[in-house]
Every structure is written in C-alpha cells, then in structure tokens.
C-alpha cells in the first residue's frame, strides 16, 4: 500500500518539481537549517533559550533517530525495493525508518512551538511539512517513516524543551 501511494506522487513528477523537491529536501540535509535558526536564536539575547530549546531537541532526535531507530528497525529504502524510479537525489546511505529528515524538522517545529516562538513555528511548520513531502516525492522514505519522522521529531521538541526548563538555564 505504501509503494501504491508513493507510485501515485510519482505520477506528478514534472522538470520543475523534479527541480523544486530536491531543493527542499537539501535544506533538511544534516538538520542545517535548523542548526543554522538555533545558532541564530543563540546569538540574540532575547531568544538564547529557544535556541538552546532547539540546539537540544536536535541533539535528542539525532540520537534518537539515527543511533537507535534506525539501526533498530534496518528498514530497506523504497528506492531499493522499486529500483526502477529513477533517484533525483544521491541514494541515502542509512536505513529507511524513521525519516531524519522528517524527524529534526518537526524537532525543530515542536522545539519552537514548546519555547513560545509564536512567529517561528509556524514558518517552521510549512518548511517541515514540505521538507517530509519531499522525501516522499523523492522515493527515498514510505508514508510511515515520514510519520515516524513526525512522532520522533515532536517527542526530541517536547524533551529539548523539558531538558532546558529542567536545568534552569
């Protein structure tokens, strides 16, 4: 079924889409654009602990996600099973399940939206929502690992969160 439905994003595909999505997925490659919006929040006195919030939910879901899902679940890529759509982007080099990429964008999301950064998590959102899309259009992540992408992200938001408060910082 997951196959079925990303086939069907693939019938969309179009120069400009083909474009367009990896370019949105390069900016959730290594959680850069995140890193680079909490080293900005760092930097201004006024929103240091919303950086810090978000430096550490990116801590908790790299761990999470990449030294324990991942391995854990040793999911194959739908690249590898369907090999006959053609890839946009480098094949990714680590396991399918739970979306990295998904998972510090929405880390980011829940981190902001936890801190009270009314104006950012919103922008944040729409970016994140279109970042997870892309790696669905890309064929590199199912459905599921998207929103295991998700549910990860938002618990590392939720903890970064929770870590900082609890440390008083």
Not at 90 to 104: K, L, M
Request: charged share 15%; with cysteine; aromatic share 10%.
């Amino acid at each position: 079924m997951e196959i079925e439905l990303l086939n069907r994003i693939q019938m969309i595909r179009s120069p400009f889409w083909d474009g367009f999505w990896p370019l949105i997925t390069r900016l959730g490659d290594r959680g850069m654009v995140w890193i680079l919006l909490a080293a900005v929040l760092l930097l201004i006195p006024r929103t240091r602990k919303s950086g810090l919030i978000l430096g550490a939910a990116l801590c908790l879901e790299l761990v999470l996600c990449n030294e324990i899902l991942k391995p854990l679940f040793a999911r194959t890529r739908p690249c590898d099973v369907n090999a006959a759509v053609g890839l946009l982007i480098p094949r990714p080099g680590d396991f399918s399940f739970p979306s990295g990429h998904t998972a510090a964008s929405f880390a980011a999301v829940a981190a902001l939206y936890f801190a009270g950064e009314g104006r950012l998590w919103k922008p944040a959102l729409l970016l994140a929502v279109l970042i997870a899309f892309s790696r669905m259009y890309l064929y590199v992540h199912y459905p599921t690992d998207i929103l295991g992408g998700v549910t990860v992200g938002i618990i590392a938001g939720y903890g970064g969160c929770r870590l900082i408060r609890n440390l008083r910082i």
